[in-house]
């Protein structure tokens, strides 16, 4: 039977129960599943979303030749079913898949960015039509042509209730496309949005506090990194004041990859940028600042890192980190990342599974896609000898799996728009226990359209407190954890 239910809070309220777990971390393993279903080389980019609004994690996976594959989660057993709804098998090459409700109607769309060289193609969309895709780009002004496509962000930059799209390009100028009803429009140069430095990550976030989605842009080919301000009329690059520019870079050095996360559980998203080269972390101060604290916290390695993930894999109350590259062995590309637990005040590269970190040199996500409490993990290894894109099922002990919970925000409509909301979590005295943001895209030209995920660091009753931009909050009282179980808190925006 396929789980479709969730626990809908459009208001104020409270869910009645005992919350139990322990302070301990969680001992567990992982299991690759279906290894000859996703033994596919050429594997670059891949992100979830539930396509089928059925309730669980669909798996999408962009591979080199042109496929867009879509498998559909069947309780856990994953069947290809994208050429049967109209995806490409064959074509231009599509570098990132990112999953967004462009045109709220309430079902998850594609947006693919291709990688053609030495004639730059074009993006493609592909709406959700329900029993199939359609290919629409063009027609909603999303074909952008000439872009050597990087990540791509389905964001509402000028919190109007609308998904509009930030279109990153390995070698031009960027661009930000704002929606309206549905159909795409460039802004202007004066808005400052037109970066011509060679961006592959692109990560949105509320850096300065203010109640919109400013962005960081991790720069390739010795160039700069950027930090621009939401200033909604234009964006102001802020990086060289913040200190977060990276400035003196050989053409061989450059960023690559952004993730954002609150490793430190004080309610500030933090940045990872993944880099050729010392990788970084800077820790939000809270105050609009940033503080790169990579080396000390043990982080800046593997030295070719490509993308990266915050996802706590043990159930302990810290976000641990993934992060996947490739280093050369007798000329041969072979996948090599590292794997960081969170103790909390450090770093420690955790090696006991080194089937994840030499499994993948581009895509990485955490994901619960069997529903189960823990954290699951997806890579792709598109240069590798052998290839394919894997899923890793997290196999730990059901008691350790019962202090998890799962947050999906939607709008009042029940569209997936709310993305860079903050999720935070308080104790029952109204101490922070931490906070999840809700994706804007990372892994490696990715976006996943999934809940958060949070777990407690000990037995006791929380309050889960959404943040949406525009500085609009709604609070939920959770007294009862266990009637979560395989199933999200699903959270609306209130109606305006």
């Known amino acids: 039977m396929k789980k479709s239910s969730y ?22 393993q992982f299991t690759s599943i279906q290894t000859d279903t996703f033994n596919t080389a050429g594997s670059v980019s891949n992100a979830w979303g539930d396509y089928d609004k059925d309730g669980d994690l669909d798996f999408l996976v962009s591979i080199k030749g042109g496929e867009v ?11 290809s079913v994208g050429k049967e709804m109209g995806l490409p098998t064959k074509g231009d090459q599509i570098r990132g898949v990112s999953w967004g409700d462009y045109d709220n109607d309430g079902d998850l769309d594609i947006l693919g960015g291709s990688n053609e060289m030495p004639i730059p193609s074009r993006t493609y969309v592909f709406r959700n039509d329900g029993a199939v895709f359609k290919e629409v780009a063009e027609s909603i002004g999303l074909a952008i042509p000439g872009r050597i496509s990087r990540q791509s962000n389905w964001i509402d930059y000028d919190n ?38 060679r961006t592959v990550g692109a990560c949105w976030f509320d850096i300065d506090n203010d109640g919109d989605l400013d962005f960081f842009l991790a720069n390739q080919s010795g160039d700069s990194d950027t930090v621009a301000r939401n200033d909604i009329d234009k964006f102001v690059d802020i990086a060289p004041e913040l200190g977060m520019d990276e400035t003196q870079r050989l053409y061989a050095e450059g960023g690559v990859g952004c993730a954002t996360g609150d490793y430190n559980n004080d309610g500030f998203i933090d940045l990872y940028v993944t880099t050729y080269g010392a990788n970084l972390l800077y820790k939000n101060n809270g105050d609009g600042s940033f503080s790169e604290v990579g080396k000390a916290m043990g982080v800046v390695d593997p030295d070719h890192a490509v993308a990266a993930a915050w996802g706590d894999y043990n159930n302990d109350g810290y976000l641990d980190l993934i ?36 499994a993948g040199d581009h895509g990485v996500e955490w994901i619960d896609f069997d529903d189960d409490g823990d954290l699951d993990l997806s890579v792709t290894d598109g240069y590798g000898k052998v290839g394919g894109h894997f899923v890793f099922r997290n196999e730990m002990k059901p008691a350790d799996r019962a202090k998890s919970l799962s947050v999906l925000v939607l709008d009042s409509e029940g569209n997936y728009t709310q993305q860079g909301a903050v999720v935070k979590f308080y104790d029952a005295k109204g101490k922070i226990l931490g906070s999840r943001i809700v994706s804007t895209g990372g892994g490696y030209n990715a976006q996943s359209a999934r809940p958060v995920y949070f777990s407690l660091p000990k037995l006791q009753p929380i309050t889960v407190e959404v943040n949406f931009m525009g500085n609009e909050k709604l609070t939920v009282d959770v007294k009862d954890i266990t009637t979560l179980a395989n199933k999200p808190l699903l959270v609306h925006r209130p109606a305006k």
């Open 7 to 28: 626990f809908k809070v459009t208001a104020l309220s409270a869910l009645c129960a005992l919350v139990t777990t322990n302070s301990f971390a969680a001992t567990t």
């Open 69 to 79: 594959r879509l498998y559909r989660n069947d309780d856990g057993h994953f069947v």
């Open 160 to 197: 109007d209730g609308d998904s509009d799209l930030y279109a990153a390009n390995r070698t031009g100028a960027n661009r930000l496309l704002k929606n309206e009803n549905g159909i795409f429009k460039p802004l202007s140069y004066a808005s400052g949005v037109y970066d011509s430095r």
């Open 323 to 358: 992060a996947v590259g490739y280093h050369k062995v007798n000329g041969q590309s072979e996948p090599y990342g590292k794997l960081y637990r969170n103790t909390g005040t450090k770093f420690e590269v955790d090696e006991r599974y080194p089937e994840l970190t030499a």
